[in-house]
């Protein structure tokens, strides 16, 4: 199947700083990127989509401006988390649809913590 | 009213048990079917994907959509400890959008 990798695999930062999250579909080119969060216990929460070459859509109650996605190629995706606090320590997970789109291949996640 | 709904459990069952899991959906407008693996820490894993009603079998795995009673299901055989993870049914109408399930822990007791 197709091969979607992110990284860094697990980031802990402190309050108020920035991180960023890179998504790479590897034997694939994706218009089309998800990135999703996951919190203990629950499922996929789809947060945005990432559009390669145009802005992207985010999902109701998320915020754009915490929230930076840049799609800046056919194969790369990020996420940047701004000024992060302790509340967005959670598990977040990119996918890209291959094929006729409507599968998607997910990266393995990053585990952010911040503290 | 979810658009997808399951169980979440958890599920367990001895080793080499025949495993049900099932989700039941809403959208009419759902076309695609898939069944997704996620152990522990680690993104999720396309196991079976399908797109009409009827049976679809891959090794040990089964799905099985009903789409008249808007119901999907994944058999395991010979379920192993290895099997143990969560499984999340996904759902989409053809635009990429997926919608997932809240997935069944599964846990295979050797």
């Known amino acids: 199947g197709a091969v979607v990798s992110q990284h860094p695999s697990r980031v802990i930062c402190k309050s108020g700083t920035s991180v960023k999250i890179e998504c790479r579909s590897l034997?694939?080119?994706?218009?089309?990127m998800f990135w999703y969060r996951q919190f203990p216990k629950q499922s996929l929460m789809l947060m945005a989509t990432?559009?390669?070459?145009?802005?992207?859509?985010?999902e109701q109650g998320v915020e754009k401006d915490k929230f930076l996605i840049n799609h800046a190629s056919l194969t790369l995706s990020t996420l940047t988390v701004t000024s992060a606090h302790p509340e967005d320590s959670s598990f977040y997970i990119c996918?890209?649809?291959?094929?006729?789109?409507?599968?998607?291949?997910f990266g393995p996640g990053t585990r952010l913590l911040v503290l | 009213q979810k658009e997808v709904e399951q169980d979440p459990g958890p599920l367990s069952v001895p080793e080499g048990a025949i495993v049900s899991l099932n989700c039941t959906y809403s959208n009419s407008a759902f076309q695609y079917f898939m069944w997704y693996r996620q152990y522990s820490r680690k993104g999720p894993e396309l196991l079976m994907y399908t797109y009409s009603s009827g049976n679809k079998e891959d090794g040990r795995f089964t799905a099985q959509v009903d789409k008249s009673s808007k119901y999907i299901s994944l058999f395991i055989r010979d379920s192993q400890p290895s099997d143990s993870a969560t499984y999340l049914c996904a759902m989409a109408g053809g635009y990429q959008k997926v919608t997932f399930g809240t997935g069944t822990k599964l846990q295979v007791i050797p």
């Open positions: 034997d694939f080119q994706a218009t089309t």
């Open positions: 990432s559009n390669e070459g145009s802005k992207a859509t985010y």
């Open positions: 996918s890209a649809p291959a094929g006729a789109g409507e599968t998607q291949y």
